[in-house]
């Protein structure tokens, strides 16, 4: 899912560079105002740890394998969409400066697709599912699936407006993918919030009515 | 990826030309090269420049005197995946031709086309360079450097902070990871042995992904409440001597970017064509 260098054109990366930029400035004034502006170190630690986390090789099918991206997970727990938008932000940045793993020209659309749209499909689809089926592993599968499922459509659409991929084959091919990833993303998601909320009830900020499916 | 950062780092504790320069030298220079491909449009010049950017490349390796194992094992890690997105180029038409001449059916409708392969061979020379410049950079340049040059650059205070103390912890979980895939080993857990049950696995890797997480949080409140008692407060940055250039800085900047300027736009101009 991260668009390497050379898949944009410069002034199509200068656009999305503009957007991403406008919410990482709004997820620092988040985490100033929200997380109180001492409280910074600990979410950069946690980017750390995200990173890290994401180095875990998920088994998908037939061979395949895929990693967690985290969006979903960090919102959630965390209980805002900027704190992914944050988090990611971080993690992409190193992922493309030190490891080549997306791009410099490209790395505002990334922020954008991963960061922003996983952020907030995943902490909002999460809200609003908690809201219809007052089940917490539901909604958490349902939040993280979309998360990863939407910024690899949002991916394939940037590619098509780039020139670089044809649109229907290039939603087939990311849809399907991130599709099947994306369930594996829902399980793995749904038990590590388990795991936080059993272990840690104090960090995970979910401030709605009881929930099914959970015992804390 | 995260163990990757232990290898990369330390190549970047050797000593040579390239290694002495400025993170700043470095890092303009390689966003520079990465801007100017980009930039050149989706046509055949891309090939001159691409081969002369690589010469370019490759002189800058040389004078880093570092292996080239190091640099195709790194290339060898990021290209797969997107190579295969290059590939499937050739079958595919888009907007930069609007005339497509097959030069292989095959079945099922599918077919090879001439300027489709023109158009993947222009992505991956764009693609190889970028990353080559990248790799370059990091595995020159420590980590540390890299985030004060970017600071000197400009870099809001604020970032820098935050990304400093995450690049600092990168290490810790990097150690944290090996001790946790260790384990897992150990357990004789393989997350892709098809033995096991997959909702076993799936498990497990779900408990070893929340106790990661809870492991960073709780460092992060250690390190929180450490930094408390060392005086940070709201007011803390990241403060960064300010350091001038050396002359000899300077002038490698100077000549590098005439370069890299003056190689697209002469390119595009004359009828300088290497391929």
């Known amino acids: ?216 | 990826m995260i163990e990757e950062i232990f290898h990369i780092e330390k190549h970047t504790y050797k000593d040579s030309f390239i290694h002495r320069l400025d993170a700043r030298v470095k890092i303009i220079l390689a966003f520079a090269v990465i801007i100017a491909v980009v930039a050149v449009p989706y046509s055949t010049i891309v090939y001159t420049v691409g081969i002369i950017f690589f010469v370019f490349f490759t002189g800058l390796w040389i004078l880093s005197r570092l292996s080239p194992v190091v640099y195709l094992r790194r290339l060898g890690e990021i290209i797969p995946l997107w190579g295969i997105v290059i590939f499937f180029q050739i079958f595919l038409k888009n907007k930069y031709y609007t005339e497509y001449h097959a030069i292989l059916t095959l079945p099922f409708g599918i077919a090879i086309y001439s300027e489709s392969v023109t158009f993947a061979f222009i992505l991956l020379v764009k693609f190889i360079i970028s990353i080559s410049f990248i790799i370059l950079l990091s595995s020159t340049t420590k980590i540390q450097d890299m985030l004060e040059g970017a600071t000197r650059l400009g870099l809001p205070a604020d970032f820098a902070l935050v990304l400093g103390m995450m690049i600092r912890y990168l290490f810790v979980f990097g150690y944290i990871y090996r001790k946790m895939t260790e384990s897992l080993v150990t357990r004789c857990f393989d997350a892709f042995d098809r033995k096991l049950p997959y909702r076993y696995r799936i498990r497990q890797l779900g408990y070893t992904i929340g106790t990661m997480f809870i492991r960073a949080y709780e460092q992060g409140e250690r390190v929180y409440i450490s930094m408390l008692c060392r005086g940070y407060g709201r007011n803390s940055y990241l403060f960064v001597k300010k350091k001038h250039l050396k002359t000899g800085d300077l002038a490698f900047l100077s000549v590098s970017m005439m370069v890299v300027i003056a190689i697209p736009v002469i390119v595009w101009l004359a009828p300088l064509r290497l391929i």
């Not at chain 1, 002034?11 to 560079?17: A, L």
């Not at chain 1, 985290?70 to 938008?85: D, E, K, Q, R, W």
Request: hydrophobic share 60%; with cysteine; aromatic share 10%.
């Open chain 1, 1 to 216: 899912m991260h668009i390497p260098d050379a898949f944009i054109p410069i002034p199509q990366g200068v656009i999305y560079w503009i957007i991403a930029l406008v919410f990482v400035a709004l997820a620092l004034r988040w985490a100033k105002n929200e997380m109180s502006e001492e409280k910074i170190p600990l979410i950069a630690v946690l980017a750390a740890g995200i990173f890290a986390l994401q180095s875990f090789n998920l088994p998908v099918s037939m061979g395949t394998s895929g990693h967690l991206v985290g969006g979903a997970l960090a919102a959630i727990v965390l209980g805002s969409p900027f704190a992914a938008v944050f988090i990611l932000t971080l993690v992409l940045i190193v992922q493309g400066v030190l490891f080549g793993d997306g791009g410099i020209t490209t790395m505002g659309a990334n922020i954008l697709n991963m960061g922003v749209l996983g952020g907030f499909v995943g902490f909002y689809s999460f809200k609003g599912m908690m809201g219809i089926t007052k089940n917490m592993n539901i909604s958490i599968f349902t939040a993280a699936w979309l998360a990863c499922f939407i910024p690899a459509l949002a991916a394939a659409v940037e590619m098509f407006f780039a020139g670089t991929f044809p649109l229907i084959e290039g939603l087939i091919a990311m849809g399907v993918y991130h599709a099947l990833i994306g369930i594996i993303e829902g399980l793995v998601t749904v038990i590590a919030i388990r795991l936080i909320i059993k272990a840690r009830p104090d960090i995970v900020d979910i401030r709605d009515p009881p929930m099914k499916g959970v015992n804390v």
